[in-house]
């Protein structure tokens, strides 16, 4: 004969059940502990006889406790606030049966325990903020150290949207970057600043290996938001007195990042980027501007002149990228060389053209074809 069914018990009855009062109270003492993450996931795993994980929303483990003894189940740490929804990390437990209901419990109180954590983080920061401001103003008499620093900035890829909300929202975003950042360094065991400074967030941090460190750090940001974050990191200098300096590179770096979701270091980033972005060669880019557009084609041979520069195969391989015939690709190439006067064997002219399209930035559309 089935068992009958268990009748859901109302709150009030739940609540009166033995233990639910320690219970609780145990959880609360946890989260409000130094450590609330690692005490977290003690108490946990010492309940259950299972395992507790706690995890960063860029990956990182904060806390871990025990050994598992049933199927890891992982619950995904966020709130909503006025600027959406905001991941801060994830909880994984691995417990017997018979404690598979305490779970959302327990990620309620692990979320508490990761805001504990960064309203802590969030207080730190403040301090830190006042000695980068210092550093990065000219102003820190005194707070000067030797040893070697580093410094990235990271910037959305989107400005806010017009109206306070938004502008408040994107102050908000970049502030949770920050501490993201912080927090990163943090569990590396590496003494870091961080701010925001416009609309940038700014890390000044004491670096063991900088490559490693700056594609981390850009992994951590990525991971931690949905917004396109692009970072750019200075080389190592020895000592906070040259965090000015650090500041010029990363800013240097950060403009030369293409990519929507990608960092730069400032050793790293294309040796041409300062002629480019300095207008150097804007007498170049107008010459071949002009011979193109001469053509009065709308467009077209210089878009193939284009794809021709980026591409190293074979021409007929090319031909059938771009969707014309490849003797529609050797006549248009053809009538490239004689507006620009010279061959596209000639290692000087294509050279030439390399930075003048570089110079000019995005290629403009070409005619539809007919």
Known sequence: MPASPTPELPDAALLALPGVAALLA???????????????????????????????SWGDVVASAGRAAGPPV???????????????????????????????????????????????GAARRRVGERTLDALLSGTAEGLEGSEPIALALAAFVHPPAPGALARQAHAHALDVLAAVGEGYFLERGLAAHSTVRGERAVWLWHPADLEREARDLHAALTASTAQDVRLGVSGTHPGTRHARAAEREARHALAATRQKRAFTTYHAMDPLYALLAGGGLSTLRDQVRARLTGLGDGGRVEATLRAYLGFSGPLPDLARRLNIHVNTLRYRLRRAEEALGGSLHDP??????????????????????R
């Open 74 to 120: 992982t619950l995904r740490l966020s709130y909503g606030d006025a600027s959406g929804e905001r991941h801060v990390g994830t909880l994984t437990l691995a417990v017997p049966e018979a404690w598979a209901a305490l779970a959302p419990v327990a990620a309620e109180y692990a979320l508490l325990a990761r805001l504990q954590s960064a309203a802590a």
């Open 348 to 369: 000087a002219l294509l050279a030439r053209l390399y930075l003048a399209f570089e110079a000019e930035g995005e290629a403009p559309a070409p005619a539809p074809e």
């Open 26 to 56: 145990a959880l609360r003492g946890a989260v409000a502990g130094a450590q609330p993450e690692r005490e977290l996931a003690a108490l946990l795993a010492r309940l259950t006889g299972g395992s507790a994980e706690i995890r960063a």
